[in-house]
Structure formats: C-alpha cells, structure tokens
C-alpha cells in the first residue's frame, strides 16, 4: 500500500475542517432567516446564535394557548452573547447555555432587525380593550390581556412597536426568582401614556417597590455608567466601600456601593472604580423562608436576599481611623498599647486559597507600619508584648513564587529585623511561643513518625536545645506570656522548662483520650483568644477524657469538668461560668440538634440553669447574659436564666438549616445604653434593654470567609474601654470611639 504525502493528508483535514465551518454557518444563519419570515416550519440548526438585545429565557417552549403564568424570564441572554442553538420550532429555538442548561428563546431577538430596538425612559401606559400583546413584533404568538384596562411600563421602541414590561404572576418559588419580560404592541393601540417619574427608589417616589424592583432586573445590566444608574434610580441613601470584585489571585477591586433604604425593602448596587456597574442585591422580608444569596439566573452579581430578622438603616457614624488593607478580610489578632496586628486574608481555601498577610498597624492613626505576605503557605505569629517585637513564620514566599521556610524577629514599630533563620522544609512546622523563647514544632507525619522541638532564644535566634519527639507527642500552642513548653501525650500533660527542657510540673487526665475539639475551624469551643489582651494564665485544656483549668505558671488544677461526646463548651466574659451546649442523640455532638444550653459554674461544680436551643458567644453585662440563641440576639436574666428578649422572627424556615447558625459574625461588645453584633453583612447596634435594632454602621462590611469562623468570632470586633476595633471582608479595620458612638445613638 502506498501512503500519500502528510502534507496531502494535512490539506484534506484543513478542507474538511472549513466545509464543517461553513456548514455550521449557513445552518444557523438558515435558523435566523426561519425567525425573521416567522415561519411555522420546524428548523433542525447547528452553530451559534448571537443577541442583539437583552433576550428571556423560557423553561419551556410557549404557544398561543400558553398561560399568562408561563410569561416569565429565567434568566437573560445580554446583547452581544452567543448560545449554542440544539433546534428550533418556528419563532421559537431551543439553546444550551454554558451554565444553565437549555432554555427556549424568541429568534428573533437573534436577527439583524432586532439591532433596531431601541430603548426608551419608562412610561405609563394603557391599550387598546382588543390589542393583543405578542412575543416580538408581528410574531405570531399573540396573548390578550389578562385585566382589560391593565396599566403597563414601555421601555422599547421598535418602529411602529412598543415593547411594555410584563411582570411575572409568581415570581419567587422555591430557591427561583422569574424575572419580567418584554411583549410587543402596534402603537396604535396605545390609548394613553404617563412619564414614570425619574428616581424610582428615593423616599419619595410613589413607584410601587414591585415595580421598581422589576424595573432594575429589566433595566440595568453590567457596565451600565453610575449616571445612567442615578437616573433611574434617584440618589442614594448612603454610598459606602463596595466588595472586592476581584477573584482570588488577583489585586483587590473595590469600588463604591449605593444604598437605597426604604421601610419595605433596601436596594444596594456597586460600581466599579471607572463607575461601571457590578452587581446588585435586593433585600425583601421573607414571606415563607429565610433565604440569602437567591440569584435570578446565571449571574452572581445580580441576588436576593429574603431576610426574617428586621432590616437595619445605615447611622451615619465616622471612625477615628480607618486602615484599608490589600486583601479581603482583616482580623485583628494581637496588640500592644501602640501597635494592633492583623492578619489579612483573601477568603479563599483549597486550592482557592492565593494570599495571606501579618501587617502592623500604628493603634493612634491607623497608619500601616509593615507587612509580611505569606502567600497561599502556613503562617504563625508570635507576639512579644514585653519586648515589642513579633515572631513571624512563613513556610512560602510569594515573590519567589517557592516554599522557603523562614522565622524571623521583628521590631514591633517599625517591622525590621532583629534575627532572621532559614529552616529546612522536611517537615511541617509550627511557630509559638513562651517566655524569653521561640519554639519550631515539627509536626510527625503519623503516629508511627518521629517529630521534633526546637527551642530558639527570643533575645538573639540562637538555639538553646532540641529534642525528637515520639510520634503521639504533641505541643500545644502557647504564647510569649506563658512560662513553660506543653507537651501533651495520650493521658498526660506535662509543662518543660524553655531553659532546659526539664519537667516542671504535669498532670494526669482520666478514662480515654479524646481529640480536642478547639482546633475545629467552624466552631468557638473551649478558650476564646482575645487579641486585645494577654494570653491568660489559666486556660482549659482537654486532657484524656477530662476538661481541666490549668494555671500554666504552676500547674494548678483550677477546675475541671467531665468530657462528654454530646456535649461542647465555650468560655465567657467570667471564668467562672462556661456555656454548656448538649446535643440530642446517642453519638458525637451535633451542633445542628442541640436540645439545651447550660449555664455552669465551673468552681462551685453545678449547673445555674437550663435554656432550651443552642446558646453561643455569651457575654455577661451586670445581671444580663447576651447570646446568640439559635441564631438570634438574646438577653438572659444570669442568675435565674429566663429569657427577657429575642431578636423576633417573621419565619422559622429557612432554605439552609444553618443559615441562622452562620448569621452572627461576632462576639457583642457592650456600649453602656446598646450592643454591637456583626450579624449577617452588617455590623448591627442593638438596644440593651428590648433588642430592638437601632441601624447598622456605616461603611462596614461584616463576614469571616470559609473555615475562619474563630478568626471571625475573636478579630473582628472587640473593645477596650473606650475603644472599638471593627474588621471587614473588604480589608478594612476601623477604630470607632464609643463615647462618640453612644451619643450619636441618642
């Protein structure tokens, strides 16, 4: 047999490849001449289709004995987009998205002619008693009127047609929102015609808010300009710092949020720094379940909130300072009385996860003073009150673009290096502290593995001893207050010396050893850190089957308190008194079925009180204990444990069961006459005495990102007399007076 030339055989493949092109093309350009002739008979088209203007979807396929109830967009084609055409069926084609799946759309919108349209301010009008409303104009499906005499909004011209908004019969049903669409009428049936006001959302504009809300899906689109916006829309209530807008990897992109606030329904759309449109969100009571992040088709720019809880208006309250970091969120996790340190954090995890960051930030002006960036690599931080300065390990650096192990020293004030040490990258490794001491833990990879302990002196770097641990040794994290090195081994706790690794003191647990709930990444059991003070003395440690209060100077048992599978605890404001959460069942706690909290006194051994639901973040002010209880703000009387207040709620369904779990960002902080709670994106001001929320804080972004539940709860929000540090997850950390801020609430 003899083969041809490969450049014969090149030139057949390159001759098929163009007829199979032009084949595609003329097929669906066959398609859009079908839709332009309206022609009933059935196309079987391959190729791409492309929108001239905005385009519905529709489930399902529509007819002229389609009902009214069928009139509603799934989502939107935008002019200028393809989709990949499956058939079509007269002036009807079935198309494929790449992310919804296949959706009917009127071809027409897909011709030549349909460049023609052109949009119009909206404007009230009435038809004809006989007209009848078609698909696109002189299409062949033709619906009447449902309500002879109905008022509708034109948007659209079309040479002799107008185009008017039809609103969807249901437009919110399960997890969807429908959105309107655009039928077509001669304009001679036109009877009468009324302007609609400018300024749709401002407080006085009469333009229901179904109406208003149907004309922002129909109306405004991504890259729309701010004026455009503002036209339509009226001036905002508030303008804020948006989100970040950029995806992980890239350099933050925040621009500038409208709100519009009004007593039935808030409005918020972001713009880009060039004033180009990027989303929008409406924020509606919900009538059967509490609902975030519904999105009306394929664009996650454009969402619904449907809220429970009462809806917040924005105080016009200033910080002192406000810092804006490089990346997403901003936790504070350490101070001096001159220097906050703070990590930052791009929200992302896996193989989502891009950047990281320790940076200083001056406490009086909020003036960054250094940064380190820790890339999508391990970090810890040491902080050294007494010295001023802060361990920093990293594992990977980013401007190398490799992992290089590095532990270095730095001058609080002004981040320079005091020491600096290159570590080998066998291993994982943790950075901590203790007095006068830095420790690197290798971490075993299995049981069956060999770790190690290094002990740095925190003075020079310098190595004072290292010792190889066995593979069910660990040590536990301790902080620069912290005297003695804590090794933990199946049942026994025992405290070395950093000087020479001597045992100082140890202690026995009882029954077997549990794994320590306190490093779960969604959860706030056990301690919470608080950054704006030292680590305490005493803290709970989890040994064998025993919670023990441990003085770490002495080895103190305090107290102590049985583990139990179906329970877990978290501290409060008082060392005496942790919040017990009891879950139904017979195996591990579940935090999705806890039966009842309990108050208990941790040195007099005895339960205060039972409250039925689950109780977290408790913070004793005078004869009160705040909580959140099953996702809500409560007050509880602390000595007789009845409930006095609760956040009300207008629905107790929810899409997502823990949906209320997750609404509470933080920890409360007490004003003398209110509360401050991150709750939902907001930074909520409650009122002590009833609950009733007083508004939200102006120009703060409240969320922790996924898996840093405990960074959330304890960085981003605390205060010290009368200072409020507030976090964000649009890299911002604020100071807030809150003297200032009580008045201003009066």
Not at 5 to 18: A, I, R
Not at 208 to 224: H, K, N, S, Y
Not at 670 to 698: C, F, T
Request: net charge neutral; with cysteine.
């Amino acid at each position: 047999m003899r083969l041809k030339p490969l450049k014969f055989l090149t030139k057949s493949v390159v001759l098929m490849g163009l007829c199979a092109v032009l084949f595609l093309m003329l097929c669906a350009g066959e398609l859009s001449q079908s839709f332009a002739a309206s022609s009933s008979k059935q196309v079987q088209p391959a190729g791409k289709l492309a929108f001239q203007f905005k385009t519905p979807y529709f489930q399902t396929r529509l007819t002229e004995t389609s009902p009214w109830t069928e009139l509603k967009a799934a989502d939107y084609g935008r002019a200028g987009e393809t989709v990949k055409a499956k058939s079509g069926l007269g002036e009807l084609a079935l198309v494929t998205t790449d992310s919804s799946g296949d959706y009917w759309i009127p071809g027409w919108y897909t011709t030549q002619a349909a460049k023609s349209i052109r949009e119009t301010a909206p404007a009230y009008v009435s038809i004809a008693a006989n007209a009848k409303l078609s698909l696109t104009p002189d299409s062949r499906l033709k619906w009447a009127q449902p309500n002879q005499g109905m008022k509708l909004i034109a948007l659209a011209n079309w040479k002799d047609w107008v185009g008017v908004m039809i609103s969807p019969r249901e437009w919110h049903k399960d997890d969807k929102v429908f959105r309107p669409v655009l039928l077509w009428v001669n304009a001679k049936s036109i009877t009468s015609k009324e302007a609609v006001p400018d300024g749709i959302l401002t407080r006085s504009s009469d333009v229901p808010i179904d109406v208003a809300r149907e004309l922002t899906e129909i109306r405004l689109d991504l890259g729309d300009s701010a004026v455009q916006v503002q036209k339509l829309l009226g001036a905002p209530d508030v303008k804020e710092r948006s989100a970040n807008f950029a995806h992980p990897g890239e350099a933050m992109k925040v621009g500038t949020t409208w709100r519009y606030e009004r007593p039935q329904a808030q409005f918020t759309i972001s713009f880009s720094e060039q004033g180009k449109l990027m989303g929008w969100k409406w924020i509606l009571p919900a009538n059967e379940k509490l609902e975030l992040g519904v999105y009306p088709g394929s664009n996650y720019g454009f969402a619904y909130d449907f809220i429970a809880t009462p809806a917040a208006f924005t105080l016009n309250s200033q910080p002192v300072w406000k810092n804006q970091g490089n990346l997403n969120y901003a936790y504070l996790v350490g101070s001096t009385d001159q220097v906050l340190l703070v990590n930052g954090d791009d929200g992302g995890f896996s193989g989502m996860h891009h950047d990281s960051s320790i940076y200083a930030v001056d406490r009086n002006s909020g003036r960054k003073l250094w940064q380190v960036d820790a890339g999508f690599g391990i970090f810890n931080i040491a902080l050294d009150r007494s010295r001023n300065t802060a361990a920093v390990y990293t594992e990977y650096d980013p401007a190398k673009k490799k992992y290089e192990g590095r532990i270095r020293e730095l001058n609080l004030k002004d981040g320079r290096v005091i020491w600096e040490k290159q570590l080998s990258q066998e291993q994982q490794v943790r950075m901590y502290a203790v007095k006068d001491a830095v420790l690197l833990y290798c971490i075993p990879a299995s049981d069956r593995d060999t770790g190690s302990l290094t002990v740095l002196d925190r003075a020079t770097g310098k190595e004072k001893w290292n010792r190889t641990l066995g593979g069910k040794q660990r040590v536990l994290e301790t902080a620069a207050e912290d005297p003695y090195i804590l090794i933990q081994e199946g049942l026994k706790l025992r405290a070395l010396s950093p000087e020479n690794g001597k045992e100082i003191w140890s202690v026995t647990g009882k029954g077997e050893a549990e794994q320590d709930p306190q490093a779960n990444a969604y959860f706030s059991f056990g301690n919470v850190r608080l950054p704006l003070q030292p680590q305490p003395s005493s803290r709970w440690f989890l040994v064998g089957g025993q919670w023990m209060l441990l003085d770490t100077g002495s080895g103190e048992v305090l107290a102590e308190y049985a583990w139990n599978r179906q329970e877990r605890f978290e501290t409060t404001n008082d060392q005496r008194y942790i919040l017990v959460q009891r879950s139904d069942g017979l195996t591990d706690y579940d935090s999705s079925k806890v039966k009842e909290t309990i108050l208990y006194d941790v040195f007099g051994q005895r339960s205060i009180w039972s409250l039925p639901g689950k109780a977290v973040s408790g913070m004793f002010d005078q004869d009160r204990l705040y909580v959140v209880l099953d996702g809500l703000p409560a007050a509880v009387d602390r000595y007789k444990g009845t409930l006095l207040w609760q956040m009300p709620l207008s629905v107790r369904q929810s899409a997502n069961p823990y949906t209320l779990d997750e609404m509470a960002k933080t920890r409360f902080a007490a004003l003398p006459q209110h509360l401050l709670l991150g709750y939902g994106s907001d930074l909520l001001v409650l009122g002590k005495q009833d609950g009733q929320v007083q508004g939200r804080l102006k120009d703060v972004l409240m969320a922790y990102s996924e898996a840093r539940y405990r960074n959330g709860i304890e960085g981003l929000l605390n205060i010290t007399g009368n200072e409020i540090y507030i976090g964000s997850s649009n890299g911002g950390l604020a100071r807030y007076n809150a003297a200032e801020l009580e008045r201003l609430l009066r």
